[in-house]
């Protein structure tokens, strides 16, 4: 590295993958994780030819309403074991959830897919069907990174099951007749951020979308490339202000990896960018109730108006102060806090 240089500048630095490889070998605990998840309800069951893996956490309260939280890529069901109690067994006087978290097809104990075509549609189908099969007929919604895009196509194409959805990553392109001079300060500088990240941060998902293959072979192999894949994701896409991996605390970043790990699911989750990557719906508008969550180190970050001419009902558009991409592992009270303001005035419309 060059004197004086960003120690993260071009990837993982040494010392640091060294580290967390030490505490993986020497102190994680891999039986901490397997409670966790037994505790919170494992399923599984297979739709449309593909084992899907499920948390299923039923709350004991009588009014709760069944929410379904869709995760992305690096993650896995791992992003809400520190969100699913609190929303199933809330205070009293604050909402109550039935917490569905499946894991996408390919991702760590879920199938993998056999044949092409498991884009981000064909997930949206079998979402459906799975809420169906646990008996709930109307459901809330949220999702970020590709569990955004699943969100999102949910409310545009499943109107009927749908109650609202809440994402941190929403999904929408510039409306007819959008102007760039006509944003604020701190919208301008969200937008001049993400085409940064567009142009300057996705070649790790080229290389997935051309060739998921040929990098699934290093992440199924060596225990330490799937590590350092992981982990330069942790630490660019989360809140800087708690480096290096915003504050997601290192046995977390950890049981994703592991979950990814044990799932052998290196080249299977990486088939996500060649099916769906640039070739997801963005025009069918959301009609159903929508919440918009703006965590400062998101990735991608989009102005209001765009937001608004995609989800037609924005019933609420929230910018906090702290968290990233990983919202529900940096920052989970404000996560909690964000889904329950979401959703509260709305559940009593599914009774």
Do not use: C
């Amino acid at each position: 590295m060059p004197a004086g240089s960003d120690p993260w500048s071009r990837g993982v630095p040494l010392t640091e993958l060294q580290a967390l490889r030490e505490h993986w070998l020497e102190r994680y605990e891999w039986r901490r994780l397997e409670s966790e998840l037994n505790s919170l309800g494992q399923w599984k069951t297979t739709i449309d030819g593909v084992v899907v893996h499920l948390l299923h956490l039923r709350s004991e309260r009588p009014d709760a309403a069944p929410l379904l939280l869709t995760h992305g890529w690096p993650g896995s069901v791992v992003e809400f074991l520190d969100v699913a109690r609190p929303l199933a067994d809330p205070l009293p006087g604050q909402p109550a959830f039935h917490v569905v978290a499946p894991s996408l097809p390919g991702f760590g104990l879920s199938g993998k897919p056999q044949e092409a075509g498991w884009d981000v549609e064909r997930i949206v189908h079998a979402w459906a069907e799975l809420m169906t099969r646990l008996g709930y007929a109307r459901f809330f919604a949220q999702g970020g990174d590709w569990g955004a895009e699943v969100t999102t196509l949910l409310g545009a194409l499943h109107p009927d099951r749908v109650m609202a959805v809440h994402t941190s990553f929403p999904q929408a392109g510039s409306p007819d007749g959008w102007q760039e001079e006509d944003l604020d300060a701190r919208e301008a500088g969200w937008l001049r951020d993400t085409r940064s990240f567009w142009r300057d941060g996705t070649a790790y998902a080229e290389q997935m979308v051309s060739a998921p293959q040929t990098i699934g072979y290093a992440l199924d192999d060596s225990p330490v490339a799937l590590l350092a894949w992981m982990a330069d994701k942790f630490h660019a896409w989360t809140d800087p202000t708690s480096a290096p991996y915003g504050a997601v605390p290192v046995d977390r970043l950890l049981d994703n990896v592991m979950l990814h790990w044990i799932g052998v699911s290196g080249a299977s989750a990486a088939q996500i960018y060649a099916e769906s990557w640039g070739r997801v719906d963005k025009v069918s508008t959301v009609d159903v109730p929508a919440a918009v969550s703006v965590f400062p180190a998101e990735i991608e970050k989009i102005p209001r108006a765009w937001v608004e001419g995609r989800y037609r009902q924005l019933i609420r558009w929230q910018v906090l102060d702290r968290g990233g991409h990983f919202p529900s592992l940096e920052a989970p009270d404000l996560f909690v806090d964000e889904l329950r303001a979401s959703f509260a005035g709305l559940i009593s419309a599914l009774d």
